[in-house]
């Protein structure tokens, strides 16, 4: 089973700040994205990236403290549970100099077969790959 948690650090631009004068809650799901994407990019085999695509079903954000204009914020993501047709994502946005959350993020996950669209059944082998916690 995978044991850490996979990570990018992020650098907050203008362009993610809104009227308020800090990040954009949009953009927080942005982080969440990149993440996730570079995370089965990077861990996943190459036929299991050419074979499944995801789709996001569900997301729930709870905003802790604003993220700054000229802040480095650590995008820290993992798999909880992975069952054959539905991941949970975690993933945990800090300061990277205090570590202090700015958000913290569930997201569930649908596997698809890039080849007939619909959804699609994740072997064991990927879920024991990518899952901190017990498969279903």
């Excluded at 089973?1 to 990040?23: K, N, Q, W, Y």
């Excluded at 604003?66 to 800090?94: C, Q, Y």
Aim: contains cysteine; charged residues 30%.
């Amino acid at each position: 089973m995978a044991e850490e948690r996979f990570s990018i650090t992020i650098r907050v631009e203008p362009e993610d700040i809104d009227m308020l004068g800090h990040v954009n809650n949009v953009v927080y799901l942005r982080w969440v994205q990149e993440a996730a994407m570079a995370h089965w990019s990077t861990i996943a085999p190459e036929d299991e990236q050419e074979k499944l695509i995801w789709v996001i079903r569900r997301h729930e954000i709870d905003y802790k403290r604003p993220a700054l204009l000229g802040d480095t914020v650590l995008v820290r993501t993992w798999i909880g549970n992975a069952s054959r047709f539905e991941f949970d994502r975690h993933t945990e946005i800090l300061h990277a100099s205090s570590l202090r959350p700015l958000a913290i993020v569930r997201t569930v996950l649908c596997p698809i077969d890039r080849k007939s669209g619909r959804p699609t059944d994740v072997s064991p082998a990927i879920r024991e790959l990518f899952s901190v916690e017990s498969m279903k």
